[in-house]
């Protein structure tokens, strides 16, 4: 209809809802006119009175029709009709308040915790980490090919590269940061800095500091020792002190002055800011700042006006081409670099180098959670079923009154969509309290320091989520409402088909499988705290601790190091309580790729992997590695000649290359074509995985000349008070290195504690689904049961006793939980092995098909649900034979 | 069956329309003399006018009024409006072209 057309009618279309009354009187004249009409016209044709009426009627014809037909007319009049089924579904609400709120509670969890999630993922993945004006934001990721980097690895920019886009670019205004660790020595512990150029919070969208100021750009040029601290660090660890600006802290002993406090709201991630061209300074291993050919810094930038990103690209793309050439033709090295480039908004899932992580992470997290909200499903379904069969009745009586079928399926999604709309409501206030609750079991320290709220993408996400369970609830229903027997419904009597309904034991069916899933995830993650703290590694743990240390060993500072490690060497050794000190070429729970090794003769590529640990002679007896054959390493191994040196291998070697044969004083070819002899076997260890014996190893000895490696040292007494002195020592002896000697156990401690707070959440969604599904079966159940009595009356009269009917009950549930079980078994399958995927580099032991958590989750689920049959089952053998019979 | 089939419902408001513009009716005048001009060709029940009537009239197309008839009674008549003259206009060109259209392709010999 052309606009003013509409324009016109505006007024008719609100007459006609303003004053429907006069208009319904109106109508009702008319047609009576009309009758009336017919009537006399009838008469005239010399018809009798009564031949003469129902001859009007009918050609008149179906009156009531023909009125809902006019009214349908009228403007709004689906409003209207929707106004009637609000009022509807709010009236059958209140006529069972129970089961609905139990429903709109199982939503408002079901829908809370997806959105609260969801709000969660969208600020840490989705989001590009500025909030002012994210479409002109981009992070740029290069590609370098003919590089050491690797042709499909995405790497960062070297000085000299991120210096010339600076100086050349138009479209781009970039800055640069790189993290690095430092010791925060008020605290004596390990702490992240991001180091970063001076224009860093301007290209971020942050223009003014929460206090003091940002860096000036000469800042930058001389590297001046000031410091910018997040707003959440200086709350947490500096007691939010108000006079913190103009004051000194140490950072691996190099004193740095306060200038400022970021603000929070701004999307900064880190805790210290430094100029970048501080990093030599704490950097001893290498100095990156110089270094034409070490990628170091991670680059985003703002598009100038006028510019997009396409342009920006094209444009880096000329500047780096020029870059390359500069490099190939000034290096005499063989590589020919040749660099590509995307830029993206910045988002951590644009981030091409992890994206398909997230979008694994993100399934593995929304999966299960969309499994809940599935639950909740149900549970209003089963609502909503037995209010549709209860009512079957006065449906069927709709129907045969001409109401059409659509107009009731309608009717039906109305009162699904009031119910889930009430629900979403309330579920608004999970999504903001459910991420604060979240950050809150991770970290307590900065959940209150982290602005995390839903925004349109979250509450666009929501109301998706409201639109599914509306539909998903409300199709069953429909589906009862629409395949309805006129006839049967009418007489008040259902079929015998209908009693042993296909849906009802879909449903049990449909929540065993999803609850199946979501507690098999919260058992395998219950277990594994304990599991990692319960093992036995096989090796010492408790009394021996790492020292990382980061000392510059190349071939120009090697005398100095060397001489480092003597002096540190000896001083450890004087602490009361050290004992012995080993060193390892592999560190506990990291996953190394295993080399080949081969037997003589063999040629290369036809051996077999196993992982080489370079180890001192003292390594056995400071981890507690027994010998099982031969012996172990002596400190005079060392001096043999290269052609025989010895090896020892671990049970796993040799029973991978030997089997059943003795492997003392065989003779093996490392990958670098040495040969070792086996001078002895050791126990296996579980050094890889938490709680998995390792594969095949073999220790070969360290040259006491070398330097660097892993250092441990072995230790009596007690855990701190050593940590402290070795951290002393090395401190002396170099003070601006950074150490935090910590127990093998001390680190495992800490990985478990990680794992806890994530088992934690899992656990709470667990037990909501476990709940749900309890609450979901009991329904189920008790309408079933109610569907059935007449039925177990009848049985009852003809003899049937209460324990055979409680037994075909228990029967009949059992076997649909067993198919729930195989269900949910088909869903967590695909799901592990995704899991697996993810996690592949990881020590957590996570094995495809664990016997123990599905057997546990089952044993579990099955007990519950046969808690909530009792109730039902048992009222069900209650039943009176005589009353059930007596209102047929 | 109450409800005119789809083309017929077209077709339907373009007779109203025409009838109502000769002259204001009101209900039963209107079904008579639709009756009177089709003959038994449009097989509509006497009472799917009014749904009809009352969508014409909430599109604008005709306004209806209580007016005195014979003997002391009232009726309500409908007539066009200005917005359904050019509307009636624009439909019989429509249908005039249509019709014209098929009945050509109908007249069509095969060669």
Redesign the interface.
Known sequence: MRFQNWLFTIPLRLRSVIRRNRMNADLNEELRDHIDRQIEENLARGMNKEEARLAALRTFGNLVALREQTYETWAWAPVERLWQDILYAFRSLRRAPLPSAVAIVALSLGIGLNTGVFTLLNAMFLKPPTLKDPRSFVQLFPQYSGWFTGADQYASFTSEDFDAIRTHSHALDVAAWQRFPVLFEQENRSISTVQVTCNYFHVLGADRARMGRFFAETECTHGAHVTVLSEPFWKSQLGADPHIVGKTIQLSGMPVVVIGIAPSDAFIVGGVFLPYTLEPQFNHARNLLTSPDTPWLSMIGRLQPGFRRADAKAELLTIMSRQDRAYVERKVTAFNRKTSLVLTNGSFIENPAVRTNIIGVMALILGPLSLILLLACSNVTMLFLSRTIARSGEIAMRVALGAERFRLAGMLLVESLFIVCIGGALSVILAYRVPLLIMNIVDPSEANTVVIRPDWQVFGYLAVLIAAATVISSLMPIRAAWKLDLVTALKGREGAATVRSRTTNGLIVVQIALSFVLICAAVMFGRIPGLIRGMNPGFEMHQIVAVPLDVDTSSSNRAKAAVFYRTLEAKILAIPGAQSLAYAGLQPFNQDPPSEIRLPGQAKGSGQPASVDDVSSSFFSAFDIRALQGRLFFATDASATRADSAAVISQAFARQFWPGGDPLGKTIVMPDERHLTVVGVVADTRSERFGVLDGPRIYTLRSPSDVGGNLYVRFTGSTKPLENAIRDTVKGLDPTLLVTPETVWESLEAGAESMTSLAKIILIMASIALLMAVTGVYSVLSFSMNQRRREFGIKMVLGASRVSIFRSVLFHTTKNIGIGLICGFALAEPALLLFNRLLSRSPLPINRFDPTVFGSSALLLTAVSLIALYLPAYRATRTDPMRVLRTE | M??PPDLVQGTLDLLVLKILALQPL???AL?QRLKQVSGDVLQV????L??AL??L????WIQSE?KPTENN?R??FYSLTR?GKRHLEQEAANWERISTAISDVLRLREV
């Open positions: 109450s409800k009101h209900g039963w079904s029940s006497d009472g799917s009014y749904p009352h969508k009239e909430q599109q604008g209580w009674r009726a309500k917005l």
